[in-house]
């Protein structure tokens, strides 16, 4: 008779636990994981993915240059925040903001162009598209809508 009552026990505790732990993973399915974006590392990581042609023509400070322009089109859409600062505005629903990337690499050029840097606008353009490889590795930005 005690080991029905032990059975029945241990059953209870573990039919409470795979409830308990299946409602908070549904709870947090729902949620989006902050990402930590540190420069340093995105420019070794960028520079180190380029292609030969480009790195062979470009240094770290010009890929951290560009790198600081995408940041600065993000920040100028609400798009980024300083740590631990929740993003949004009226204009950001679900907690998920849009920006396309063709935008992205026309501001980089365009800076690149108006501070008259001697990067080349081919050049600017695979930068950013590996730094958006970057982040989307890191989990900053999402996939194509």
């Known amino acids: 008779m005690v080991w029905i009552i032990a059975l029945l026990g241990f059953v209870a505790i573990v039919v ?3 409830t308990a732990v299946s409602r908070v993973s549904i709870e947090l399915e729902g949620t989006v994981a902050p990402a930590l974006l540190e420069i340093d590392d995105a420019v070794e990581v ?6 030969f042609e480009v790195s062979a023509v470009v240094s770290h400070d010009d890929v951290q240059m560009v790198i600081l322009w995408v940041l600065e ?8 925040s300083v740590y631990g600062e929740e ?3 009226e204009w950001v629903l ?3 903001a849009v920006a396309d990337e063709i935008g992205v690499v026309d501001h980089a050029v365009a800076q690149g162009l108006a501070t008259g840097s001697s990067v080349d606008s081919v050049h600017v353009t695979v930068i950013v598209d590996e730094f958006i490889s970057y982040l989307r590795d890191i989990g900053a930005v999402g996939g194509a809508v």
């Open 73 to 80: 089109f993000f920040e100028a859409l609400g798009m980024s």
């Open 94 to 96: 679900d907690d998920r």
């Open 87 to 89: 993003l949004g505005g």
């Open 16 to 18: 409470i636990a795979v």
């Open 46 to 51: 960028v520079a180190e993915a380029l292609p």
